[in-house]
C-alpha cells in the first residue's frame, strides 16, 4: 500500500459498503433496530470526518470504465451530502420507534439508513464524475433510492400516489437528460468532459443548443425549476416527513452539483451565452415559489413552495465566475440545510401529535416557547433576515450573480425575498400570536429532539456572521 | 480603553441577551434588574463617550478613515469570501444618534417593566432591537451595515404582533414588510457598489474615495436612498407607519419613532448621498417635492385623527419631511439642521410615546374624544404630554426650535425655487402642527372629567424619572445647541466637502 495514490476514494467506498453492511447485519445478526442506527450514527459521522481530515481527499483516476475526479468542489459538496444524510437519518429515527398509543409509523430502519446511503452516494459519483457515463451514473443512483424512500409508507394512499408521481415525473426527466447526454455525445464525439469541454469551445451548433435545452429541462425537474415544479406540492406533501426533508436537500443539492459541474466543466466556454437562460429560470423559479407558497396551509406543502423558491435564488450564483459561484452554492447549501431540518424537526414534532397544518401551530410560543423560538429562527433564516446564516447564504448567492453585472436578476430576487417573508411570517404569526387551542394535543419532546433542535438552531444563528465556515469553504477554492 | 468601551455599545445588550437566556423566566424579577442595569451602563458609557469625542474635538482624529474625522476607529477582517470587515467608528454625528438611543431604550426598559406576556422574550428582542440600532449608526462597513440594519425586521414583528394592541398582526405585518421592501432595495444597490467603485471593498471610507459611474448613480441613487426613506416615512412610503406604531406596544413606539425612523435618515445622508454625490445633486429636488405631502399634508391628516398614536405618528411623518428637507438643501447649515432635527426628534417623540403609553395604560383608550380632564388626575403625565408638544411645534427653548429653525435657514440658502417654495410651506405648517397639538392637548386633558377615570392615579416614580429625563434633554439641546452643533459641525465638514466636490 505504499503507492497507493488513490486514497481520496476511501470515503466513497465506505459509502458505498456502508448500506450493504448495515442490511446484512439486520438479514443475517440482529433485527434489533439499535444496531444499525447506532452503526448509522458511527459510519456517517466517521465518512464525513474522513471527508475533512484527509488531505488528500482530492485527486482523480479511472475505475474500471469510470473517469473519477475529486476536488474541492467535490469534497465540499461530500460534506454538505453526509450531513444532509445524518440530520435526514436523526429525524427519521422518532418514525421508527413506538409511540405510547400506537405503532410506529415506518418499519425497517436499515433499509431505510441504507437507502438514504445509496442516495448520497449518487451524489458522491455526480460531483467527481469526468464522463458522462458516470454522470448519469451517478444521477440514477442518487435518484432511484429516492422512489423508494418516497414509497416508504406504502400502505399510505397519498404516500403511494407522491411516489408514483415522482417515478413517472422522474423518470420523464430521466429521458430527457439521456436524450441531452446523446446529443451531446454526437456533438462532440467523446463522452470524456475534457474533450466536450474543446469541442463546445471550438464552436457552437444547434445540436448543442438542443442538447443544452434537454439537459436544462431534465434538471428542471429534479431542482425543481419552473416550468417543472408541479410535482413537488404534492410528492413533498405525500412522502413521510423526514424522506420530505431529505428530499428537499439532498435531491436538489444533487441537482444543482449537477448543474454546477455541466455549466463549470463541458459547458464552460458557452457559459456567458447560456447566462440568460440560467438567469429567465432563476428568475421565473423563484417568484412562481414565492406565489405558490403564499396561499398554503399545509406545513409541507408550504416547505415544497418554499424550496422551489429557494432553488431559484441558488440558480442566481451560477451567473457568476466559477470559484465565487461554488463556494456560495457551498455555503449556501450547507445553511440551507441546517435551516430546513430545523424546520423539519419542528414540523416531525408537530406531526407527530397533531395534523401538519398552519393551524396545529397555534400558540406554540406558549405552551412549548423553545419550539417557538426554534420555528421563528429557521423561518427567519430561511426567509433571510441577518444575522441568521440564511441571509448570509443568500448574500453569497447574489454576490456571485452581481459580480458578473446582473444587477437586475439580484435587485429581482432581492425584492422576492419581501414576498418570502410575507409567508414565512404566516407561519411565525400562527405560532406566535394566535391564541392556544386546546383541542390540539399537547406536545411532547424527547431529550434527544431537544438536543437536535438546539443545536441546529445554535448552527443557524451563528453560522452566518461567525466567518468559520465561509471562510473554511472558501479557503478550500483558494488553497 | 475608549474603543473597548466603544465596542462595548452594542456587545452588551447582546450579552445581557445571553446571559437572560440562560435563566429561568420564573425569575422576572432578577430579569427586570438585569435588563435595567444593563440598559443604565450603556447609557453612561454612551453619555462617558459623548463627552469624550466633544472633549477631543479640534485634536487629530484616526489617520486611517480619513476624510471622516473618526474616533475609536476599529478595522477587523470579518469575513473573508467578500471582504467584508468589521469596522466601526464615532464621529460626532454617530456618537449623538448613539446617545439619542441610549437614552430612548433606557427609558424603553423603564416603562415596560410590567408590560403582560412572557417578559423574557419581550426583553430579550428589545435588547436586539437596541444592538441592531447601535450596530447601524456605529458601523462603516457597508456589510456590517447592512446586517445591523435588517436585524431589526426580525425583533419588530415579534414585538409588535404578540405584545402589542390593536391591529397588532396587521400593524406589524405592514411595518416588518414595508422596512424589508426599503431594505431589499438598499441591499440591492450595495453589490453595484462594490462592483462598480472598483474599490473592491465594502468600506464607506474606501468606496468614498472613488468616484461612482455616472450612469450607475442615476439608477443606484434613487432606489438607495427611497430604501432608506422607506424607513424614515417619506412619502409614498409613509403607510406603515401610522398603523405599525398605533399596534405597538409603548416601548416599541419609542424605539420605532425615536431611533428607528432616523436609521433611514442617516443612511440616506451616510451612505446613499455621500458616496453618490453626483446623483444627489439631480434626484434630490425632486425629494423635494415629495416632501410636500410630508411636511405640508402630514399635520392635517393629524388634525382629522382622533387616536393619540395615529396622531403622534402623523406628527413624526411630519416632523422626518423636515429632516429630507435640510438634506435636500445640500448646504452646510441645511445637514447641520437635519442631523439636529434627528436627534431633536428622537426625544421629543420619545417622549410623546412614553406618556401615551403611560396615559393609555391608565384609560386603556386612546381617543382623545373620550378623554377629558386629566390634568386633574394626571398632572405630572399631562405636563409631560404637553411638554412634547411644545418641543415638537417648535417652541423657542426646546431642541425643536433650535433644528426645525436651522433647517429653514439652511434649506432657504439654496437657490431653487421648489425648495424655497417648500420651505415657506413648510414654516406656514407649523401653524397646523399647533392647532393639533393645541387641540389634542385641550381635549384630553381639560374640560370635565368622565366618571370612570376618577379614580386615577398620577405616574408612579419610574414613570416621572422617564419624563424629566427626556424633557431634560430636549431643553438641554434647547438652551444650549452650540454645544450639539460644535461635535456636529467636525462630522458634516467631510460629508458637505464631498458633496461640494461633485461636479455635475
Redesign the interface.
Same mark, same amino acid.
Given at each position: 500500500m505504499t503507492n497507493f495514490t488513490h486514497s481520496f476514494i476511501i470515503p466513497d467506498v465506505l459509502l458505498l459498503i456502508f448500506p450493504f453492511v448495515v442490511i446484512g447485519i439486520r438479514l443475517f445478526v440482529t433485527t434489533q433496530s439499535k444496531v444499525p442506527w447506532r452503526l448509522a450514527n458511527f459510519g456517517f459521522i466517521a465518512i464525513f470526518f474522513l471527508l475533512n481530515f484527509i488531505p488528500l481527499a482530492s485527486g482523480n483516476g479511472k475505475f474500471f470504465i469510470c473517469n473519477w475526479k475529486v476536488d474541492d468542489f467535490g469534497v465540499l459538496m461530500r460534506e454538505v451530502l453526509m450531513v444532509s444524510a445524518l440530520l435526514g437519518m436523526w429525524l427519521s429515527k422518532d418514525y421508527f420507534e413506538h409511540g405510547a398509543d400506537k405503532k410506529p409509523q415506518m418499519h425497517q430502519i436499515a433499509e431505510f439508513i441504507g437507502a438514504i446511503a445509496f442516495a448520497t452516494f449518487g451524489g458522491f459519483v455526480v460531483v467527481s464524475a469526468c464522463d458522462l457515463l458516470t454522470f448519469f451514473l451517478g444521477l440514477e443512483i442518487a435518484t432511484i433510492p429516492m422512489y423508494a424512500l418516497a414509497a416508504w409508507n406504502k400502505r399510505d394512499q397519498f404516500g403511494s400516489e407522491a411516489a408514483t408521481k415522482y417515478i413517472l415525473m422522474g423518470s420523464v426527466a430521466t429521458a430527457f437528460e439521456l436524450f441531452g447526454f446523446s446529443y451531446l455525445y454526437g456533438f462532440a464525439g467523446s463522452l470524456h468532459f475534457n474533450e466536450i469541454q474543446a469541442a463546445v469551445a471550438s464552436g457552437t451548433n444547434p445540436l448543442l443548443w438542443v442538447s443544452v435545452l434537454f439537459l436544462f429541462c431534465g434538471i428542471g425537474f429534479k431542482l425543481t425549476l419552473f416550468p417543472f415544479y408541479t410535482w413537488a406540492p404534492d410528492v413533498y406533501e405525500g412522502a413521510p416527513t423526514p424522506v420530505t426533508a431529505v428530499l428537499s436537500v439532498t435531491s436538489k443539492a444533487t441537482a444543482i452539483a449537477f448543474l454546477v459541474v455541466l455549466v463549470y466543466g463541458p459547458l464552460s466556454p458557452i457559459q456567458d451565452k447560456i447566462a440568460p437562460l440560467i438567469a429567465l429560470l432563476a428568475g421565473v423559479t423563484l417568484f412562481v415559489g414565492n406565489l405558490g407558497a403564499l396561499k398554503q396551509s399545509r406545513l409541507r406543502r408550504f416547505m415544497a413552495y418554499s424550496s422551489i423558491a429557494q432553488a431559484g435564488y441558488i440558480m442566481v450564483a451560477l451567473l457568476g465566475p466559477a470559484t465565487m459561484a461554488k463556494?456560495s452554492i457551498i455555503?449556501y447549501l450547507f445553511v440551507y440545510a441546517v435551516s430546513n431540518y430545523l424546520a423539519f424537526f419542528v414540523f416531525g414534532i408537530i406531526g407527530h401529535h397533531r395534523e401538519e397544518t398552519f393551524n396545529s401551530l397555534r400558540g406554540l410560543?406558549?405552551q412549548n416557547?423553545s419550539l417557538g423560538?426554534a420555528l421563528?429562527i429557521s423561518m /427567519?433564516s430561511l426567509a433571510g433576515?441577518?444575522?441568521?446564516a440564511g441571509?448570509?447564504g443568500k448574500?453569497?448567492l447574489?454576490?456571485s450573480g452581481?459580480?458578473t453585472?446582473h444587477?437586475t436578476l439580484?435587485?429581482f430576487a432581492?425584492?422576492n425575498?419581501?414576498i418570502a417573508?410575507?409567508y414565512y411570517?404566516q407561519l411565525?404569526?400562527s405560532a406566535?400570536?394566535d391564541e392556544p387551542d386546546n383541542h390540539l394535543n399537547p406536545l411532547r419532546l424527547t431529550k434527544r429532539q431537544r438536543n437536535v433542535i438546539i443545536l441546529l438552531s445554535c448552527s443557524v444563528v451563528v453560522l452566518g456572521?461567525l466567518?468559520f465556515l465561509?471562510?473554511n469553504? /472558501?479557503a478550500g477554492f483558494t488553497h | 480603553m475608549n474603543t473597548i468601551l466603544f465596542n462595548s455599545i452594542w456587545v452588551l445588550p447582546l450579552l445581557t441577551v445571553l446571559v437572560c437566556a440562560l435563566i429561568p423566566a420564573s425569575y422576572s424579577k432578577t430579569l427586570r434588574t438585569i435588563h435595567v442595569t444593563s440598559a443604565t451602563l450603556v447609557l453612561g458609557i454612551v453619555c462617558y463617550l459623548t463627552y469624550s469625542v466633544y472633549a477631543l474635538s479640534g485634536t487629530p482624529s484616526d489617520p486611517a478613515a480619513a476624510p471622516l474625522a473618526l474616533r475609536f476607529f476599529t478595522d477587523i477582517p470579518w469575513l473573508s469570501v467578500f471582504n467584508a470587515h468589521y469596522i466601526v467608528g464615532a464621529d460626532g454625528l454617530n456618537m449623538l444618534l448613539l446617545a439619542l438611543t441610549a437614552f430612548i431604550v433606557w427609558a424603553g426598559v423603564l416603562v415596560s417593566l410590567h408590560i403582560k406576556g412572557n417578559q423574557k422574550i419581550f426583553f430579550a428582542l428589545i435588547q436586539l432591537l437596541a444592538t441592531s440600532v447601535y450596530g447601524v449608526y456605529m458601523s462603516f462597513d457597508l456589510v456590517l451595515f447592512f446586517v445591523f440594519y435588517e436585524m431589526e425586521a426580525l425583533c419588530m414583528y415579534l414585538m409588535i404582533a404578540c405584545y402589542g394592541s390593536g391591529k397588532r398582526d396587521y400593524g406589524g405585518k405592514k411595518l416588518t414588510l414595508t422596512l424589508a421592501f426599503g431594505s431589499s432595495m438598499i441591499l440591492a444597490t450595495l453589490f453595484g457598489l462594490f462592483f462598480e467603485s472598483g474599490a473592491n471593498s465594502w468600506n464607506l471610507i474606501e468606496i468614498s474615495k472613488t468616484t461612482l459611474p455616472m450612469d450607475f448613480q442615476m439608477w443606484a441613487f434613487p432606489l438607495m436612498f427611497m430604501g432608506f426613506a422607506v424607513s424614515s416615512s417619506l412619502f409614498p412610503f409613509h403607510f406603515w407607519s401610522p398603523d405599525g406604531h398605533s399596534a405597538a406596544p409603548t416601548a416599541v413606539s419609542m424605539l420605532a419613532a425615536g431611533v428607528m425612523m432616523k436609521m433611514g435618515a442617516y443612511g440616506c445622508l451616510r451612505v446613499a448621498m455621500f458616496l453618490m454625490p453626483e446623483a444627489a445633486k439631480i434626484w434630490l429636488p425632486y425629494v423635494v417635492a415629495l416632501l410636500i405631502f410630508n411636511v405640508v399634508l402630514g399635520p392635517f391628516i393629524a388634525l382629522r385623527h382622533k387616536d393619540l398614536k395615529y396622531i403622534t405618528a402623523y406628527s413624526s411623518i411630519s416632523h422626518l419631511g423636515l429632516i429630507f428637507l435640510g438634506l435636500a438643501a445640500l448646504t452646510p447649515i441645511g445637514l447641520r439642521g437635519a442631523s439636529l432635527q434627528m436627534i431633536s426628534h428622537g426625544f421629543l417623540t420619545g417622549l410623546f410615546f412614553a406618556t401615551i403609553g403611560m396615559i393609555y395604560e391608565r384609560t386603556h383608550t386612546r381617543d382623545i374624544t373620550e378623554m377629558g380632564g386629566i390634568m386633574r388626575k394626571m398632572p405630572f403625565l399631562g405636563v409631560g404630554f404637553v411638554l412634547a408638544g411644545f418641543a415638537g411645534l417648535g417652541l423657542p427653548g426646546f431642541s425643536g426650535f433650535i433644528a426645525e429653525s436651522t433647517i429653514f435657514i439652511g434649506a432657504f440658502q439654496q437657490d431653487s425655487t421648489i425648495t424655497r417654495v417648500v420651505t415657506v410651506l413648510a414654516i406656514l405648517s407649523i401653524t397646523t402642527t399647533a392647532v393639533y397639538i393645541l387641540q389634542t392637548a385641550n381635549r384630553m386633558l381639560h374640560g370635565p372629567l368622565p366618571q370612570k377615570y376618577e379614580g386615577l392615579t398620577d405616574g408612579t416614580f419610574r414613570e416621572k424619572l422617564v419624563i424629566v429625563v427626556l424633557v431634560a434633554c430636549l431643553l438641554f439641546i434647547g438652551v444650549c445647541p452650540g454645544w450639539i452643533s460644535e461635535i456636529l459641525d467636525q462630522s458634516i465638514a467631510p460629508i458637505f466637502a464631498k458633496i461640494s466636490a461633485a461636479g455635475l
Open positions: 463556494t455555503y410560543s406558549k416557547p423560538i421563528a /427567519f433576515i441577518p444575522p441568521l441571509f448570509f448574500f453569497h447574489f454576490f452581481a459580480s453585472g444587477y439580484v435587485a432581492v425584492l425575498n419581501v417573508l410575507f411570517l411565525i404569526k406566535w400570536v456572521f466567518p465561509s471562510d469553504i /472558501f | -
